[in-house]
């Protein structure tokens, strides 16, 4: 299974690594080791930056004012045909999910820290039975 986890950045301009996929990907990579291939993007998107095709899921870290980008990736991926899973996190998914959902309704939004949903994800959907519902609190 092939991984994609893209930050949206930063508005500030500036060049920081994303501490939040990066942690994402080191869970998965442990936990699901010789299972998962990972790539970590955090550039600013330029619509040529990778292939959807070439993945089976794609993470979104979606950071406030990032939404734009979050809109061009997810773009992307419906006009190319992409079948995988995208899952969106961060403060975007957290607090606005209600809104993200009723306007992608075929994303996930992770709610809250990601290490433990993001991995049992992709464990449920490499096996091909993704049961969201054990994910959901009263």
Known sequence: MK???YDTG???????EPIG???LAANVLKELEGQVTLDV???????YSFDPLQYDVIGISIHINGLNVF???YTLCCECGFKGLIIAGNSVATFAYKQ????YPNIICSIGEGEYTFRE???GYMKGCLNLTLFLTS
């Open 41 to 47: 993007k955090w550039f600013n998107f330029d619509g």
């Open 10 to 16: 930063d508005v500030r301009g500036e060049l920081n």
């Open 100 to 103: 993200l959902l009723e306007k």
């Open 21 to 23: 996929i990066e942690l």
């Open 121 to 123: 994800i992709i464990k």
């Open 3 to 5: 991984v994609l986890l």
């Open 71 to 73: 809109e061009n990736i």
